[in-house]
């Protein structure tokens, strides 16, 4: 890559904000965030906004306690060497005039309803390149970080490649949903290493235990569930995996049962259930010796998509990894069904069988990595002359 790619962020939150920025940090080439857009806290007091951006970037990574300064004059954000440029105000009101360098990617991480409004959107094209939405929107084309490159017969949906539309203002899917397709990623590379083809999946299901996010209010307000007082109160509610389970699976059986929100930090933890059909002659490959030997064995190649562990340890031992999903390979969180529930296939000589996989799911860290290499993978390829990069 012969230059940097520039990043706009807008909306510079204490949770998915804050971790772009902390992992961007970090990168010693090849991406920057050259500026930030976000909501003013005090219409009068510029230290006092310059210090809630301190704040929560130290809170989010303590590490980078000493190292965040800013330039009231100039409206930077210096972090160790890294300036940022710092326009305030209301991404809908924001006149994008005031704006004048051009940047590869805009990456909005505001709210799902700036996300799904298409024209709000696509006005950050004057300005940028490609946009990203760090949420589901059904309106957009959907890229699925964890899926850029796959063609597998599990999908039931066919990807389109992004390159051959015209849209580039795209949706990249919400935390949650990014941990439960590393599980499915999981699945088609075990299933391609042990050569089982043809297969598909014909129903999902999903549980889902989310920590709690800061956005909530402590207070009796609302009858919404997020709005409702986080502590020591389980406030179970959905999630928006369902939407990409409808893109990616049209007549499939889908359903994610819960997702259950509690006060505790990163990562979560997931309950996934595929119900796969394939032939009966695959079935002495259908082990669980198999599978988890092929988990450990892809995940090398896998490196910010899924991980697994052998021990479930406790969310703490993965509070600070960059992985989308850590899937449990012991046997009492495997599980794998021959035949599940003796159902009967339609076609002759085939099978369905249950995966049951059982993984933390890191809806900041592992959710934020796996945004920044898929902008840095698609403004890549969109310079090569042979490009793909699946979207739904």
């Known amino acids: 890559m012969k230059h940097n790619i520039n990043i706009l962020l807008v909306g510079l939150g204490s949770e998915i904000g804050s971790t772009l920025i902390s992992l961007v940090n970090k990168e010693k080439k090849n991406i920057k965030i050259k500026a930030i857009l976000t ?119 066919k990807a389109k490649n992004i390159f051959n539309i015209k849209e580039k203002v795209f949706a990249l899917g919400s935390c949650q949903t990014n941990g439960w397709l590393a599980q499915l990623r999981a699945i088609i590379e075990v299933f391609k290493k042990l050569k089982i083809s043809n297969a598909k999946i014909i129903g999902c299901e ?17 009858i919404e569930a997020r709005d409702q007082d986080a502590r020591n109160n389980l406030r179970p509610g959905f999630s928006q995996v369902d939407k990409s389970m409808r893109k990616l699976f049209l007549k499939s059986y889908k359903l994610n049962t819960i997702s259950l929100r509690t006060l505790t930090v990163p990562p979560g933890y997931q309950i996934s259930r595929f119900y796969i059909k394939f032939h009966n002659s695959y079935l002495k490959k259908f082990t669980k010796e198999n599978f988890k030997k092929n988990i450990e064995e892809t995940s090398k190649n896998n490196k910010f998509i899924y991980s697994f562990s052998d ?71 969109s310079n090569l002359k042979n490009k793909k990069i699946n979207c739904w």
Request: some cysteine.
């Open 206 to 222: 999903l549980d889902i235990i989310h920590p709690d996010t800061p956005q909530g209010r402590l207070g009796t307000k609302s």
């Open 39 to 157: 909501n003013k806290i005090s219409l009068t007091d510029k230290k006092k906004n310059f210090e809630s951006l301190r704040a929560r970037l130290v809170l989010n990574e303590p590490n980078l306690l000493g190292y965040i300064k800013y330039d009231l004059e100039k409206s930077l954000l210096i972090i160790s060497q890294n300036k940022i440029k710092v326009f305030w105000g209301d991404f809908k009101k924001f006149n994008l005039k005031k704006i004048d360098f051009k940047f590869d990617a805009a990456i909005v991480a505001t709210s799902t309803t700036h996300i799904n409004n298409k024209t709000l959107m696509r006005k950050l094209l004057k300005i940028s390149r490609y946009v990203f939405g760090v949420a589901e929107a059904e309106n957009l084309p959907s890229v699925y970080p964890n899926l850029l490159d796959v063609n597998s017969s599990l999908i039931e949906n």
């Open 311 to 381: 021990n479930s340890l406790g969310s703490r031992a993965f509070e600070k990894i960059e992985t989308a999903a850590v899937i449990l390979t012991d046997d009492k969180y495997l599980h794998l069904t021959d035949n599940f529930l003796e159902l009967k296939c339609k076609e002759k000589n085939h099978t369905i069988s249950r995966v049951i996989l059982q993984s933390y799911v890191h809806n900041t860290r592992g959710y934020c990595r796996s945004v920044i290499e898929t902008i840095k993978e698609i403004v890549k390829m």
